[in-house]
């Protein structure tokens, strides 16, 4: 069973700083996605990571992914309240099943 | 972009009643539907796989018997969950996969979740 865990799991910054989630996966995959979900919200679709060393940027947000190691990351730079919000990683196997992280609940302190 | 509805958005029911919920996939034909599930402050949990005309793959642990899939079209699957109880109140979201492949692969189109509260 493919296994998904984030870190941290909570993560309090102030406005303007920098940070990183991670995100570890078990098994072989090429596949990656990052979503944002707010209270009471379905998923927002950030980032699809679809090959070793993809990056991927969308405002203070950067996504990259490292196949050989099972790892991606999940960059915030001078972060804004608004991206108050609850970010999870999700890995694809063979049968474009997805399997969850565990979440990173991130506060935004102004 | 492709769109995922589903319904109701929240339900209420007694102990013991049966409850169907809906996903339909409006602007494009999906052959896979998923449905997850989501406890308060947890993660989404794969609880099956619905394909187009065949069964169901559960994920190890969900009761087929007690969460029936149904997806009888290329745009619709249901969830009906059978006697629920208090302990299945959860956020039960869906999702869809474009079956053309080249216009958009390896993307998952989630719907707007389904709040469940069984008293």
């Known amino acids: 069973e493919l296994k998904v865990e984030q870190n941290p799991l909570f993560l309090s910054m102030q406005e303007g700083k920098n940070y990183t989630i991670y995100c570890n996966y078990s098994t072989t995959s090429d596949r990656l996605y990052w979503y944002r979900q707010d209270p009471g919200k379905s998923l927002e679709s950030l980032f699809v990571l679809l090959s070793n060393g993809a990056v991927k940027q969308e405002g203070r947000l950067m996504a990259s992914l490292d196949t050989k190691a099972r790892l991606s990351t999940l960059h915030i730079t001078a972060a804004v309240h608004d991206l108050s919000a609850t970010y999870f990683c999700a890995v694809a196997n063979t049968g474009n099943q997805f399997y969850f992280g565990t979440g990173t609940s991130l506060t935004v302190i102004p | 972009g492709a769109v995922v509805s589903q319904h109701p958005s929240w339900v209420i029911c007694k102990s013991g009643t049966s409850v169907k919920i809906e996903c339909r996939s409006l602007d494009f034909q999906a052959t896979t539907m998923f449905w997850y599930r989501q406890f308060p402050k947890q993660s989404l949990m794969l609880m099956a796989t619905s394909n187009e005309g065949s069964k169901a793959t559960y994920e190890q642990g969900v009761e087929k018997d007690k969460f029936l899939i149904n997806h009888a079209s290329l745009t619709l699957s249901t969830l009906t969950v059978t006697s629920a109880h208090p302990e299945d109140s959860s956020f039960y979201i869906c999702?869809?996969?474009?079956?053309?492949?080249?216009?958009?692969?390896?993307?998952?189109?989630f719907g707007p979740g389904t709040r469940l509260t069984v008293l």
């Open positions: 999702s869809a996969r474009d079956q053309d492949r080249e216009r958009s692969p390896n993307t998952q189109y």
